[in-house]
Nanobody, 121 residues
């Protein structure tokens, strides 16, 4: 019913930048929240940055000041720009949305398949 397609992961040198993009498609009536999470080996999944239901943005403390998130509501896309990357940013990054979907009375949470970001020299 709803699909998320992510792009932009890969190998980046420390100090470098990357841009992750996610597009949602399917029977979406409206998107309540949209953002990016990450999970490093041996660690829990954590929010990196996202838009709340009220339209505000949230950032993890570890990426504040070096990350930006943008959204195109008309295209159901969200993009994460990360700069000054560090080895500790290495993780699988997941796109996440909570949406109202045609034919489903409750809000639906959907995860992308994940894209690996490796920060290493």
């Amino acid at each position: 019913q709803v699909q998320l397609v992510e792009s932009g992961g890969g190998l980046v040198q420390p100090g470098g930048s990357l841009r992750l993009s996610c597009t949602a498609s399917g029977n979406i009536l409206s998107i309540n929240s949209m953002g990016w999470y990450r999970q490093a080996p041996g660690k829990q999944r954590e929010l990196v940055a996202g838009f709340t239901s009220g339209g505000r943005t949230n950032f993890a403390d570890s990426v504040k000041g070096r990350s930006a998130i943008s959204r195109d509501a008309a295209k159901n896309t969200v993009a994460l720009q990360m700069n000054s990357l560090k080895p500790e940013d290495t993780a699988v990054y997941y796109c996440n949305i909570v949406a109202t979907v045609r034919g489903i009375s409750r809000l639906l949470e959907v995860w992308g398949q994940g894209t690996l970001v490796t920060v290493s020299s």
